[in-house]
């Protein structure tokens, strides 16, 4: 019985790269502190969730050797999302804050 088996390659060395946001804009101007933060969070969660998207793939095809990593990725992007989240609501509450001040 002749088996030949060929390693799978990742999936994610044939998709196109995405760069993030933070390499392609320019230095932050006065003023935009907020913008970068809100961004600098954002880059994280989409980091941290593709993290976890490859992690899965290698556990999946069996080129994990430690499987604890895929757990550990999750739980930073689980952190991360619930960082964001709690950035947004404290934004909007600002806002709405903001917005009820007369003038």
Known sequence: MNTNFQRISPLWETFPVRQTEAVQRPKA???SVFKDVFQAVIDNVRES?????KK????STGQLDNP???SIAASKAEASMALFVQLRDKALSAYSELSRISL
């Open 29 to 31: 101007s006065e003023g």
């Open 49 to 53: 969730e593709d993290d976890v998207a």
């Open 56 to 59: 899965e793939y290698l556990l």
């Open 68 to 70: 604890v990593e895929l």
